[in-house]
């Protein structure tokens, strides 16, 4: 709905072809499309065809009415295609943790997520921008993020112990580590070997 509102701004009239008799969008943008003069909504109804040629480009568009099957030409100069704000996720479900509409849930100003060394940018992770160039900037981000996390897991030694790059030794058996100023403090969380 958002889309056909701000296509208002350039198009003297804009007609919304829906497949269905009702839209999912929030009732405020439902409200703000149907109090709209400029919108007219098609219900029912799929674009089966986009007609046109290479001289006077988009003409019309082929119609299906979803109910009845029956199709119709219906003329207009330009077709633009909703494809939704649902982020493409469904695979990480179960595994990384996502707000109900799907978008990866990252933690403050990082880009990392509930598996460490998991890291997530771009759509999937931003619901606000959506926009190449910030999807770009967050790209960026996720991957100093995760090379920061590379260099602070801890190298296998022959010995059996873990080195990081700070100079905390993990001992062999990963329940101790011993700080660069030797204190030792618990491994709690379990490290993490590189192999060398
Ligand atoms: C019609 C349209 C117009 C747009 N216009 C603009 C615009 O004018 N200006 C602007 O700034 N932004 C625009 N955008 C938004 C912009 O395209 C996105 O914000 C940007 O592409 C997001 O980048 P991304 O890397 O996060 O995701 P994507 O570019 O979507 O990249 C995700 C990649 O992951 C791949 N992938 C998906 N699933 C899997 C899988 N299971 N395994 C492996 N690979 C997988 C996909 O094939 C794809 O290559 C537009 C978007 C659309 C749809």
Redo the contacts with the bound molecule.
């Keep these: 709905m958002e889309e056909a509102t701000f296509l208002t701004r350039y198009a003297r009239r804009v007609f919304v072809v829906h497949r269905r008799d009702k839209l999912r969008a929030s009732k405020i943008m439902q409200d703000k499309a149907f109090n709209n003069d400029k919108i007219e909504f098609i219900w029912n109804t799929d674009v089966a065809e986009i007609l046109g040629n290479p001289e006077q480009g988009v003409t019309g568009v082929r119609l299906k009415e979803t109910t009845t099957n029956q199709e119709r030409v219906f003329e207009c100069d330009g077709v633009f295609?909703a494809?939704g704000h649902k982020p493409?996720t469904d695979?990480f479900q179960g595994q990384l943790d996502m707000d109900a509409v799907g978008y990866l849930k990252t933690s403050g100003h990082s880009t990392a997520t509930n598996i460490p060394g998991v890291f997530a940018?771009?759509?999937?992770?931003?619901s606000v921008?959506?926009?190449?160039?910030?999807?770009?900037g967050?790209?960026c981000m996720a991957a100093i993020d995760a090379e920061r996390f590379l260099d602070h897991l801890p190298i296998a030694m022959p010995s059996g112990e873990g080195v990081t790059i700070e100079g905390e030794h993990i001992s062999p058996d990963h329940e101790a580590i011993i700080m660069p100023d030797g204190n030792i403090v618990p491994n709690k969380a379990g490290a993490v070997n590189r192999e060398p």
């Design positions: 295609v494809i493409n695979l940018c771009g759509d999937v992770q931003d921008y959506r926009q190449a160039v910030t999807a770009a967050t790209g």
